[in-house]
């Protein structure tokens, strides 16, 4: 599949997954905001769990709550796994792959430019899914009326510099978790098929090679997601100056010393269980479409 068709695919298979886990990223965009800076045991905590965290969603604001932030998720992903997929099979293309580590370089190098693409619309969805009721509120509020009304505001109060404004954050994240998906997905597909357990092709080898990445991307991207949600949530002050981090390595001492290094991995359970779906979809959708 040429790289630019595979922009085009990589894009559709995206935004087709995001509707169906962006429940899960409204949950975990809450619980990696809950208790920010804070000693653990000393604030209240409405998102307990993740199924208990989708009830006080709904409790908050409805059914329709647990779909916040979508009208900025489906641009992002639209850009950023179309771009993503398209430097990928571009480093196929050019034979990058074939060499030992290629796969994880060419991973993250294509999750890394993605990721900065797409960034300002995961800047604004973060604003959106974080929003809600002042009794269930975590983290700083940015009272945006719409994705438009939130985009506009950003523009006029910052700039163009402030709609990239966290992307120190998001560059590593995708970087690490498009690496350790796209690697341990290839690698997992292959191995299911050499021996003989599923069949070469089919959709269950796809499905288990989608599984096993969603674990690895869960592990080594978690503490990445909990930086990067920071970052693009917090109050800033005139001047686009964060007022509680001053950027990436800032935010992991202030997290892991004032709550503690699991703090990092704050909403993994929720990750795993919005990256799991979203790998195995995104992907299938991405292999199939490929197919046809």
Not at 261 to 283: D, E, M, N
């Amino acid at each position: 599949v040429p790289p630019a068709i595979d922009l085009v695919l990589g894009g559709a298979a995206g935004c087709l997954a995001c509707v169906l886990t962006n429940p899960l990223e409204v949950v975990k965009t809450r619980l990696q905001l809950q208790g920010e800076l804070q000693t653990p045991g000393t604030y209240p905590r409405p998102y307990r769990g993740v199924l208990r965290a989708v009830g006080a969603v709904c409790r908050a604001d409805g059914l329709l709550g647990l779909q916040k932030g979508l009208a900025a998720g489906l641009p992002y992903q639209g850009l950023m796994n179309g771009v993503r997929f398209y430097c990928y099979s571009w480093a196929e293309e050019a034979g990058w792959t074939r060499y030992p580590g290629g796969t994880v370089a060419a991973g993250a190098v294509a999750g890394a430019v993605g990721a900065f693409v797409g960034s300002p619309a995961y800047l604004v969805k973060t604003h959106l899914q974080a929003q809600t009721m002042s009794a269930m509120a975590v983290g700083h509020q940015h009272n945006h009326e719409s994705i438009s009304g939130a985009f506009e505001s950003i523009y006029k109060q910052h700039g163009v510099a402030g709609l990239w404004r966290g992307v120190t954050g998001a560059v590593p994240r995708v970087a690490v978790g498009s690496a350790a998906q796209l690697a341990t997905f290839a690698s997992a597909k292959d191995w299911v098929c050499e021996h003989q357990w599923l069949e070469e092709g089919g959709w269950a080898a796809v499905l288990a090679g989608g599984m096993v990445s969603g674990v690895a991307v869960a592990v080594a991207m978690t503490p990445f997601d909990v930086i990067s949600t920071r970052l693009y949530n917090q109050p800033v002050d005139a001047d686009g100056t964060g007022k509680l981090y001053r950027g990436f390595l800032d935010c992991i001492r202030q997290i892991s010393s004032k709550e503690g290094l699991l703090g990092l991995y704050k909403g993994i359970g929720a990750v795993y269980l919005r990256l799991g779906p979203h790998t195995v979809l995104s992907l299938f959708f991405w292999d199939e479409f490929r197919k046809m």
